[in-house]
């Protein structure tokens, strides 16, 4: 069995990088989603003139990790409070966002959002919950961009943090293969 969530939270290289290794996680493929132009490019979306957020489309067999996880370990790596911003990622294609496929994702994510909220952990969460209206996969050469560039400076310094947070705080939901 697989279901399949898609999830913008600032950039998509940080996104793949922290759910690719996630007991339970099929695959994930950056892209572009919640826009009006059909197969954008990169540089589009970077236009800021697409309606593209970087998303990352998830699929993971629901039977080994639910939802509800998928939501914590998104939540544990962004920032739900700045609006169209992760870090130094600003704009509206770095927007953070749940992009749901049915009642039941939008229920867990406003419930989730809610109780987030009501814990006091934040003032203000400002993530989208938006119903899914397309997704384009992003180009070849973003596919696996920390695992193939680890050296760069950007994986260094933005993911590999990130990578290492999701590892110590979600060690039992990591692969072990």
Same mark, same amino acid.
């Given at each position: ?20 290794? +996630?007991?339970? !996680? $099929?695959?994930? %493929?950056?892209?572009? =989603?919640?826009?009006?132009?059909? &197969? ?57 966002? +749940?992009?749901? !496929? $049915?009642?039941? %994702?939008?229920?867990? =994510?406003?419930?989730?959002?809610? &109780? ?57 939901? +990591?692969?072990?293969?």
């Amino acid at each position: 069995m697989e279901d399949v969530c898609y999830l913008a939270g600032g950039c998509f290289w940080c996104m793949e990088a922290v759910f690719k290794d +996630i007991y339970g !996680i $099929n695959d994930v %493929q950056p892209g572009y =989603a919640g826009g009006t132009t059909v &197969n954008p490019t990169y540089e589009e979306v970077c236009s800021q003139r697409t309606g593209h957020a970087e998303t990352v489309r998830i699929r993971y067999d629901p039977e080994k990790i639910s939802f509800d996880d998928i939501l914590e370990i998104y939540f544990s790596v962004i920032d739900p409070t700045t609006l169209n911003r992760q870090g130094e990622d600003v704009g509206t294609n770095y927007r953070t966002a +749940i992009f749901y !496929i $049915n009642e039941y %994702q939008k229920e867990r =994510a406003v419930n989730y959002i809610k &109780n987030l909220e009501a814990s006091g952990k934040y003032s203000k969460i400002v993530v989208s919950v938006e119903p899914y209206k397309n997704f384009y996969p992003a180009e070849d050469y973003h596919k696996n961009y920390f695992e193939r560039h680890p050296e760069q400076g950007y994986c260094r310094v933005v993911i590999k943090p990130k990578v290492e947070k999701v590892r110590q705080k979600f060690f039992y939901k +990591i692969n072990n293969q």
